[in-house]
């Protein structure tokens, strides 16, 4: 599907929804990529894009940074503390904050390097014991426990179980938003951009959709 079509897709969900036009932005998921298909969505005018793993976005987001003024990056994927540091310099928002430890690290490197990106409190709605996240009855604490850090939680994001109807998560996950004060919401991919949009998410992260399948 062609950016376009993602997009109009969007904002017709938005307007389904009574939402405002534009409110959901589009992160264009480009890891393990062909670097022609994504430069080819840069070349079009896209700037917002997620990627998995520090190493792979260390790989080729400084030269495409280069090329294409003013993209932003999103780390989507789990992060470990000692690439933090890396992840902090490289990615202007990080979605995958999902434990104290994390919390604490960022929060010190924010104190020295004088800036922190974005973040995401990850929630592990499905409460599945292989999936990263905070669970939900945890999460409250938590970003309690980040904002006493000073860190600058913009929302939560999550990744429902595959085989559930991802709505239950979605709507799950804007409740506990709600009730923390949170107007960020990162929900929805290829399979379900719309369903999340029509339950308030103001970030989709859609790769395959958009690129095509994934070489592993
Ligand atoms: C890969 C990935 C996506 C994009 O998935 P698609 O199904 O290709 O749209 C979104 N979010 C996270 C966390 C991912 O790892």
Redesign the pocket.
């Known amino acids: 599907m062609s950016l376009e079509e993602i997009t109009a897709r969007i904002r017709k969900a938005e307007a389904e929804a009574g939402r405002a036009l534009g409110a959901t932005e589009l992160i264009a998921?480009s890891?393990r990529q062909p670097d022609e298909v994504v430069e080819a969505v840069l070349a079009q005018g896209h700037r917002v894009f997620?990627e998995?793993q520090v190493q792979e976005a260390a790989g080729k987001w400084p030269d495409f940074r280069e090329k294409y003024n003013g993209a932003e990056v999103h780390l989507?994927?789990p992060l470990q503390t000692n690439k933090a540091r890396q992840a902090m310099e490289l990615f202007e928002v990080i979605h995958s904050l999902d434990r104290p430890k994390l919390a604490k690290t960022l929060a010190r490197l924010a104190q020295e390097l004088g800036q922190c990106p974005k973040l995401f409190v990850q929630v592990n709605t499905g409460e599945e014991e292989q999936k990263a996240g905070v669970l939900p009855g945890d999460a409250d604490d938590f970003v309690a426990e980040c904002r006493a850090l000073d860190l600058p939680v913009v929302g939560l994001m999550c990744?429902p179980p595959v085989e559930e109807e991802p709505s239950l998560h979605f709507a799950l996950l804007a409740k506990i938003a709600e009730r923390n004060g949170l107007d960020g919401l990162s929900m929805g991919?290829?399979?379900d951009f719309e369903r999340a949009v029509a339950l308030g998410a103001t970030h989709v992260?859609?790769?395959?959709?958009i690129f095509g399948a994934r070489d592993y």
């Open positions: 998921v890891k997620g998995n989507l994927g990744l991919m290829s399979g992260r859609v790769g395959s959709a």
